[in-house]
């Protein structure tokens, strides 16, 4: 069945950077664009980040835009969140989507 | 940006009674493609989100024929018939008609 296992996450200084990964298995990946989506600590869903299933097109929340970088790698099947200039608000849970199928998430933590 | 608000931030329900929940938009969420991308994710403490409904009345796959959605443009509603103790958590509505995607804040179901 579809699957999705997001990693990466992990305590970091603002300022820093982290990679996140999500790893795809049970369906063919490069039918589907992505999306990332976080949720900080008691807090609701906002969406971060798109990316096609060509990987051409990219979209990004204000909030990340010029900060954060989505890409693929179809040989892998996975999805990354390259995110640099880290800031304490940037503290959530990080999931990667398709909407109808959604990884456990990741915890990123700035402080 | 396309605002979306759930005016109920909290609901209690008694088991096997109905329960509506409201989401509106800033602005329409049809799509020029004809489609309006108004969906539905039920999330319980502790775990990822679940969508149970896409294109404001869809059900995906599993998702008991207890929840329906209705609406069009700007209003939207989800319907909960026969409220179950498993229903209980988040419910959130979210259009993605409009970059950038957007969430409404949440209802949390309860059940009395």
């Known amino acids: 069945q579809f699957q999705l296992v997001e990693s990466g996450g992990d305590l970091v200084r603002p300022g820093g950077s982290l990679r996140l990964s999500c790893e795809a298995s049970g369906f063919t990946f490069t039918n589907y664009g992505f999306y990332w989506v976080r949720q900080a600590p008691g807090k609701g869903l906002e969406w971060v980040a798109f990316i096609r299933h060509d990987g051409v097109n990219k979209y990004y929340a204000d909030s990340v835009r010029g900060r954060f970088t989505v890409s693929r790698d179809d040989s892998k099947s996975t999805l990354y969140l390259q995110m640099n200039s880290l800031k304490i608000e940037d503290t959530a849970v990080y999931f990667c989507?398709?909407?109808?199928?959604w990884g456990r998430g990741t915890q990123v933590t700035v402080s | 940006d396309v605002v979306m608000t759930q005016s109920q931030l909290s609901l209690p329900v008694t088991p096997g009674q109905s329960a509506s929940i409201s989401c509106r938009s800033s602005?329409?969420?049809?799509?020029?493609?004809?489609?309006?991308?108004l969906s539905w994710f039920h999330q319980r403490p502790g775990q990822s989100p679940r969508r149970l409904i896409y294109?404001?009345?869809i059900r995906d796959s599993g998702i008991p024929d207890r929840f329906s959605g209705s609406g069009a443009a700007t209003d939207f509603t989800l319907k909960i018939s026969r409220v179950e103790a498993e229903d209980v958590g988040i419910y959130y509505c979210m259009q993605s008609s409009h970059w950038p995607i957007t969430f409404g804040q949440g209802t949390r179901l309860d059940i009395k």
């Open positions: 294109k404001v009345s």
């Open positions: 989507s398709h909407f109808d199928v």
């Open positions: 602005q329409s969420v049809a799509h020029r493609d004809g489609n309006t991308y």
